[in-house]
């Protein structure tokens, strides 16, 4: 099937510094920390006496790779599409003091299937730490079912179709950039500075 789905660009030059210097940094980090492992191993011959201790430095390499996430550059792209579900699911939090089922002993994680205009299907995933947890209803409601949002490179959270705005029931607008809400009347998120794109 042809691919439908038109060019987005991302205007706001606060958020694509944001997310170009996010990039910049997990390259860097990745590389400096690569290096070190190589240092450790062909010059100081760190683990050169035990098998096990040379393949602990190697998997030691792809710690930045798994926490940093530097091929998303590769394989980050943009793309717009219709929101299919939206569901919440409650995770338990683990805590040492007696269960309480309230906002502090819930994880709520908020998973969202999308449907691209060529048929792909992308899944986007919020798990909301627990001072997070008063959004996840917030998040529900902003990401309904039918709902066309725009993704763009570097960036966790979905922006909505700039036709279809509507103001949600919390009447809040999403940063696109940390995932926290903020008034309509206010140009810039309070939490991460970013300016909000609506
Ligand atoms: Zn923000």
Not at 40 to 56: E, H, P
Not at 65 to 81: K, M, Q, S, T
Not at 124 to 153: F, I
Request: glycine share 4%; net charge positive; hydrophobic share 40%.
């Amino acid at each position: 099937m042809k691919n439908n789905t038109p060019t987005l660009t991302l205007e706001n030059s606060d958020i694509i510094d944001r997310v170009n210097r996010r990039y910049m940094i997990s390259i860097i980090i990745t590389v400096l920390w690569c290096l070190a492992v190589l240092i450790a191993i062909f010059v100081f011959n760190v683990g050169a006496d035990s098998v096990s201790g040379t393949a602990t430095l190697i998997t030691s390499i792809a710690i930045p790779v798994f926490l940093l996430e530097p091929y998303r550059i590769i394989f980050d792209r943009n793309w717009a599409g219709t929101v299919k579900s939206v569901k919440r699911k409650d995770k338990p939090y683990k805590s040492k003091t007696p269960l309480v089922l309230d906002s502090t002993s819930i994880t709520p994680i908020i998973t969202i299937i999308i449907e691209l205009s060529n048929g792909e299907v992308m899944v986007k995933r919020y798990k909301l730490k627990r001072d997070r947890y008063q959004y996840a209803e917030a998040l529900v409601d902003y990401y309904k079912a039918g709902t066309v949002v725009h993704c763009y490179k570097g960036l966790k959270y979905l922006k909505k179709d700039p036709n279809i705005i509507q103001v949600n029931k919390f009447d809040h607008r999403l940063c696109i950039v940390c995932g926290n809400f903020g008034d309509w009347n206010h140009k810039e998120c309070k939490h991460c500075k970013s300016t909000f794109v609506e």
